[in-house]
């Protein structure tokens, strides 16, 4: 899977930013101390513009920023045979080719500014286009690199399952220990987000250490959004 296929299924603008947000919120119970964290969503620069990360610890990143122009993502896969390290430092032809003006200062700012530009990805989406866009990235000479030439396929594996099941496989193998699915289906859903609900995710966390992670979310640590159903996951 390359750009283009996740192009084809990458969620759009509200779906995505409600998940990079759930995924950022669970993280903030899972390990409120940890400055490590997989994923990460805040307001960054401007009120206006937000920031969803991940970031492995190992190489591997991905940026979304979301803004009233729509989004644009940036991946970096650090054993990608595109990536600029593995050649003659540039960015590999046609990833960041065809970006729009709109979010060329977004391009500028986060990778033609470094000295070592750090992306395999780029795909964007303007607030009204119906679909997600990528470069004209031709990956004809990779075909003995695998089917994940740029990293896509690892890097957004998480966003395109989509799902609270998905998420909580991955959270109990990086993180070594049992987590409650229903905790994370029921901040998936946005839900009240509860003292019981916090101790079900991360028996010894206090919601007063993730009240701070919680708020630069955009999400009341001790609220949600309003939904017809009042019962508690299970």
């Known amino acids: 899977m390359s750009v283009h296929d996740?192009?084809?299924?990458?969620?759009a603008l509200p779906a995505l930013r409600d998940l990079c947000r759930a995924m950022a919120a669970v993280e903030a119970v899972l390990a409120p101390d940890d400055p490590y964290r997989r994923h990460t969503f805040g307001v960054a620069g401007s009120p206006?513009?937000?920031?969803a990360g991940m970031d492995n610890g190992a190489g591997d990143t991905y940026t979304i920023v979301f803004s009233a122009d729509g989004a644009l993502v940036l991946g970096f896969d650090h054993e990608s045979p595109i990536s600029p390290f593995a050649g003659d430092g540039t960015v590999?032809?046609?990833?960041?080719?065809?970006?729009?003006?709109?979010f060329r200062h977004l391009v500028e700012e986060a990778v033609l500014g470094d000295e070592d530009p750090e992306v395999t990805v780029c795909l964007w989406r303007g607030a009204g286009d119906d679909r997600w866009h990528c470069g004209p990235v031709d990956f004809t000479d990779l075909s003995g690199h695998g089917e994940d030439p740029d990293g896509a396929d690892h890097l957004f594996a998480l966003l395109l399952d989509g799902t609270p099941e998905g998420f909580h496989r991955w959270a109990e193998g990086h993180y070594g220990r049992p987590v409650d699915l229903g905790a994370v289906r029921h901040v998936y859903e946005w839900r009240p987000l509860i003292a019981e609900l916090v101790a079900r995710l991360?028996?010894?966390?206090?919601i007063d250490r993730s009240r701070p992670l919680l708020d630069a979310l955009g999400r009341p640590p001790m609220g949600g959004r309003p939904r017809a159903s009042t019962t508690e996951p299970t």
């Open 48 to 51: 206006d513009r937000e920031l």
């Open 202 to 206: 991360n028996p010894d966390a206090d």
């Open 6 to 11: 996740v192009a084809r299924r990458l969620p």
């Open 92 to 102: 590999w032809p046609g990833v960041l080719d065809e970006v729009p003006e709109v």
